[in-house]
């Protein structure tokens, strides 16, 4: 091990577009020693590659080589090491592209480059090797626009180890641009496991920007009035795995157990079997406790072999989508709304028919404003709404005719019709994702410093083929002291909310949501009505699979997955929140009946 007793990591970006503050507040802080900046995503890797097929010099995050050009003199001064996946699916025109910049400074920065994840030319090979989709049993697709694995974070750290001031890499997994800094700075090894598992921890905390600083957390009220100038996170990282999350002096935010466990059950699925390439991480027993104003210390994380296979990522197009939106205003708003969304259809459908095209393989209507995302649990009673109708076919051609006819309502259907100043709808390619695994030694990676060869050690642990869940039965089952009775009806009804605080996001097409109990005394309850089935019932206006409850007893509380949430999800869906961002607040609505003396106790507030 190093001599290091902490390394401070700063999270810069969590997406492609991510505020340019990011960056530039964590290097000016003084408080880093390593930036990283996550730009990649699915429909990312999608949109690099088409790119790249126009012209060979792009492919990459061209936000990136910006960001080193305004920053060099401080990162340079400073010492501070950048990791980031910029590099998308061209890394070496990115070096190229930051190369230039660094010449026309007179800096000098060394450049390291992972590559080994772009699988793109070996399409016909998995074509002919009958791969199926990991979820779905689906045959591979015929025309990929990108195939990319994901890597972990020893060629990082390689890259480190060799002296590279920034270190470019194409699909890895986000948290491994923070792993791969603790891999070189604390010298962990492959069997480290433990270890390995906290540092993912790590970066899966930061990994997503202001998530983690009190971003998008449950109680916003709570946050000052200062998200104008929301601190992006700072793990200060501990030899031992465990990390403080804090944020820059001077800047907004808020960092407490509650929003650092959010941003923990944020898109995973059963926290004791957190794949990654490098180790297998259960979440289970992670401890949060506040040393200080703004300072949350992370701990507790355990960890096993890493399976056998990379994850691969592929996407593809699968025809053509168009979605409008329009303003329906007046008495009867959502009545209207409906009615103008049915019309449209059925005008669309004639003429599309009546020209030999076949019917739209999808559609979507959703009302906006009126609790659309809560199903039979809506209770909106407004005079304006969005109507936004979205459709799916295999011909671009089809779709003309819903796009022309769209805005033709505003004069032939309901009155108190606006918003069409932009345009027709534009109809675009419908991108899905595709997953498979594929054996880690059938993906040679390449680690290059300034040009120069890397080698990378031979991994020493042996994976875990079918890195299966520790059979605890944590799995529906509920823990804490005994149940405080309520005899039916006599109780108070009170939201969830009232109870509970959480996060949900996305896992391909199926949604997570993390539910956390604000008080040790309310876990046996929650346990014991907010159920896999319940939910499930709660949901079943878009939960078309079925639905699992995982226990988390060290952040008191339980992450439920739901199969098949999200039409597609991502790009693939024609839902408005088609990463099931909203879903959580969804939940929050869930009743539950509690004893009347948890009011007195000060227990809940709005009983």
């Known amino acids: 091990m190093n001599d290091h007793k902490t390394i401070r990591i700063g999270g810069g970006a969590g997406f492609w577009g991510d505020s340019a503050e990011g960056p530039r507040q964590l290097v000016a802080s003084g408080q880093i020693d390593f930036l990283i900046l996550d730009y990649l995503a699915e ?32 990162i340079k001064a400073r010492g501070i090491k950048v990791v980031t996946n910029a590099g998308g699916v061209n890394p070496r025109a990115c070096q190229a592209a ?37 979820f779905d049993a689906t045959p591979f697709p015929p025309h990929p626009w990108s195939i990319n694995a994901y890597l972990g974070a020893f060629p990082v750290a390689a890259a480190l180890a060799a002296g590279a001031d920034i270190v470019l890499t194409g699909r890895c997994v986000d948290s491994a641009l923070v792993l791969g800094p603790l891999i070189h700075t604390f010298g962990w ?39 104008h100038r929301m601190g992006f996170p700072i793990a200060e990282c501990a030899a031992d795995g465990s990390f403080v999350l804090t944020r820059p002096r001077d800047s907004g935010g808020r960092i407490v157990p509650e929003t650092v466990a959010e941003q923990i059950v944020y898109e995973i699925g059963d926290p004791g079997v957190y794949l990654l390439p490098d180790v297998t991480c259960d979440f289970r027993q992670v401890t949060l406790t506040q040393e200080g104003p703004d300072r949350v210390l992370v701990r507790g994380a355990k960890g096993r072999p890493p399976p056998a296979d990379y994850k691969v990522s592929v996407t593809h197009q699968d025809g053509f989508r168009c979605t409008g939106t329009l303003l329906v205003g007046g008495i009867d ?72 006819e769209f805005f033709a309502s505003a004069t ?22 595709y997953s498979f695994l594929t054996p880690k030694a059938a993906v040679p990676i390449r680690v290059e410093v300034d040009g120069l060869p890397v080698p990378l050690p ?6 875990n083929p ?29 939201p969830l909310i009232a109870l509970a605080y959480g996060r949900s996001g996305d896992k391909g097409n199926h949604a997570n ?44 509380g339980f992450n439920f997955l739901l199969e098949n949430a999200l039409g597609g999800g991502g790009v693939a869906s024609l839902r408005y929140d088609p990463q099931g961002k909203l879903l959580a607040q969804v939940l929050m609505d869930f009743i539950i009946e509690i004893p009347r003396d948890w009011v007195g106790r000060g227990w809940v507030k709005n009983g």
């Open 43 to 74: 429909i990312t890797m999608s949109i690099l590659s088409r790119a790249r097929a126009r012209d060979a010099t792009l492919g990459y995050a061209t936000d990136f080589p910006r960001v080193i050009a305004e920053l060099a003199p401080q």
């Open 98 to 134: 930051i190369e230039q910049s660094l010449r026309s400074l007179g800096i000098d920065l060394r450049i390291g480059v992972v590559q080994g994840d772009d699988l793109l030319d070996r399409a016909a090979s998995f074509q002919a090797q009958s791969v199926t989709e990991m």
């Open 189 to 227: 090894r492959e069997n480290d496991l433990d270890l390995l598992a906290a540092g993912s921890l790590a970066g899966h905390v930061i990994e997503c920007g202001c998530q983690a600083t009190g971003g998008i957390s449950t109680d916003w009220e709570a946050v000052a009035d200062d998200w």
């Open 333 to 404: 708003a959502i009545a209207k709304a409906r009615r103008v969304a049915d019309a449209l259809l059925r005008r669309t459908r004639a003429q599309m028919t009546g020209n030999g095209y076949a019917d739209y393989r999808r559609t979507d209507v959703e009302i906006l404003g009126a609790e659309a995302n809560w199903g039979p649990h809506a209770r909106a009673m407004t005079r304006e709404v969005i109507l936004k109708v979205a459709l799916h076919h295999d011909d671009r051609n089809a779709l003309e005719y819903f796009s022309r």
């Open 412 to 433: 032939s259907m309901a009155q108190g019709i606006t918003g069409f100043a932009g345009g027709r709808p534009a109809i675009t390619p419908l991108i899905r994702l």
């Open 458 to 463: 031979a991994a020493s642990t042996p994976p």
């Open 466 to 494: 079918s890195a299966c869940a520790d059979e605890t039965g944590l799995a529906g089952t509920t823990s804490g002291s005994a149940i405080e009775r309520v005899t039916p009806g006599q109780g108070l009804r009170v």
């Open 513 to 556: 949501i993390g539910i956390l109990a604000r008080r040790a005394e309310f876990l046996p309850l929650l346990g014991a009505v907010l159920t896999a089935d319940a939910v499930k019932d709660y949901f079943a206006h878009i939960a078309q699979g079925r639905v699992t409850r995982w226990e988390i007893p060290g952040l008191m």
